[in-house]
């Protein structure tokens, strides 16, 4: 679900926290948001104004009597252009201020002028975020429907160590997409599968491929965000999983498949963006033990097959969407279409092995059982995701009209 430049207030307040909500501003005008900050006084002792102007591109606003616009009653006006609020990091002050309905600066008269959702991100020393009036503050906004994106414990400027650090502003991020995207895929739950598997040989030696994992997450972080529930199924990498899904990390192919198997009849749609490996080695020692090379001027490897996890959904398919992946060196179109017939798919997402491993970007086919095809051009596996995500959402809505 494609965001068309949603208007995101950002309230930062008078907390040493407030040089990293520069970071958030920046996150969230490359996602796409139209984003515009209100500072309160104290907040322009840690960061000025003109930080957030250049990042944000718009003018930043402090003062509720400065005549941005003739005849405007500005905190007003400002309420009826935001689609979310959010303030962050937001101090103690600003959540007592809401909690207790005082308004005197822009900031709190703007949020007693705004009808729409408000997510604070609290950030403050410890003791005073578990202070009982903080957290009574807190209780009162989120019987309000505020939402209240809890502190993560950590390191505090102040050096405690506690709840209280201002989180991530990835996470933050997160928190207004997930808030602002529309919700088509709600009440469907996906699996999906990422990156390689890894078949050993011994306790240290493996056989593996270069699949960075990145496709599968960006699908599980777009389904999650259009209200799906995800399971994600990842063998080894790098990356962070996205924030609300069911992450389950395995390593081999074997693992893999029973945790698909596991899942299979709990979910409504299943994307296979994992690179699994065909075949494994027979075990060269016994486990836990490490091969030795002295002595042996070769030897063989022997390889045994892996279950194919796809082709046993597609035998065993029921009211399941089957979403296949196929990574070609030629013939890319026959050799996936043939793919899909084979396995008893939905939908295959064709590339070329060159193209797609390892980056962030890939060029793509995407083929459907009834022998439509959509070509997309090189972009970012994000904006793949979300294509892919519309076609899972066609496949529902012409079930439906069926």
């Known amino acids: 679900m494609k965001l068309e430049g949603e208007r995101v207030t950002l309230g930062v307040t008078g907390g040493i926290a407030a040089y990293k909500a520069a970071e958030l501003v920046r996150l969230g005008i490359k996602a796409g948001l139209k984003v515009r900050v209100i500072m309160t006084p104290n907040a322009t002792r840690f960061v000025t104004p003109l930080t957030f102007q250049t990042l944000s591109q718009a003018q930043v606003r402090v003062d509720t009597f400065e ?16 689609d979310l609020l959010v303030i962050a990091p937001a101090t103690a002050n600003i959540l007592a201020k809401m909690a207790r309905g005082i308004a005197d600066d822009l900031l709190s008269t703007f949020y007693l002028a705004y009808d729409g959702t408000t997510l604070v991100a609290p950030a403050m020393n410890t003791q005073m975020y578990l202070h009982p009036a903080t957290q009574e503050n807190l209780e009162i906004l989120r019987k309000r429907g505020v939402v209240v994106l809890e502190p993560p414990e950590g ?11 201002f989180p991530e502003p990835l996470h933050i991020l997160e928190r207004i997409l997930d808030l602002l995207y529309q919700k088509d895929l709600y009440g469907k739950t996906f699996l999906v599968t990422a990156g390689p598997t890894r078949e050993y040989l011994d306790a240290v030696r493996f056989i593996s491929n270069p699949s960075s994992g990145k496709m599968g997450f960006a699908i599980a972080q777009e389904a999650r965000r259009r209200g799906a529930r995800v ?22 192919a074997v693992e893999m498949y029973q945790r698909v198997m596991d899942l299979y009849s709990s979910v409504d749609v299943v994307i296979k963006a994992a690179a699994v ?113 519309d076609e899972v959402a066609g496949l529902f809505q012409g079930a439906r009209s069926r």
Request: net charge negative.
């Open 67 to 82: 005549a941005v616009v003739p005849d405007r009653v500005e905190h007003v006006a400002l309420a009826q252009e935001t």
């Open 277 to 389: 490996a065909d075949f494994r080695p027979k075990p060269l020692t016994e486990e836990g033990a490490k091969f030795k090379k002295e002595g042996k001027e070769q030897f063989f490897l022997e390889l045994e097959a892996n279950p194919d996890i796809l082709a046993t959904l597609g035998e065993n398919k029921g009211h399941q969407i089957l979403v296949g992946f196929a990574a070609e060196s030629q013939d890319l179109l026959e050799n996936a279409s043939a793919k899909l017939a084979r396995k008893n798919l939905d939908m295959i997402v064709a590339n070329e092995v060159t193209v797609g491993f390892a980056t962030d970007t890939n060029r793509v086919v995407i083929v459907k059982r009834d022998g439509t095809f959509r070509h997309l051009p090189l972009m970012s596996k994000e904006a793949i995701a979300e294509a892919i995500l």
């Open 231 to 252: 399971y994600l199924v990842s063998g080894p990498t790098h990356l962070e999983p996205p924030w609300g899904v069911e992450y389950i990390p395995v390593t081999s």
């Open 155 to 165: 390191e505090l400027a102040c050096g405690d160590y506690g709840p209280g650090r």
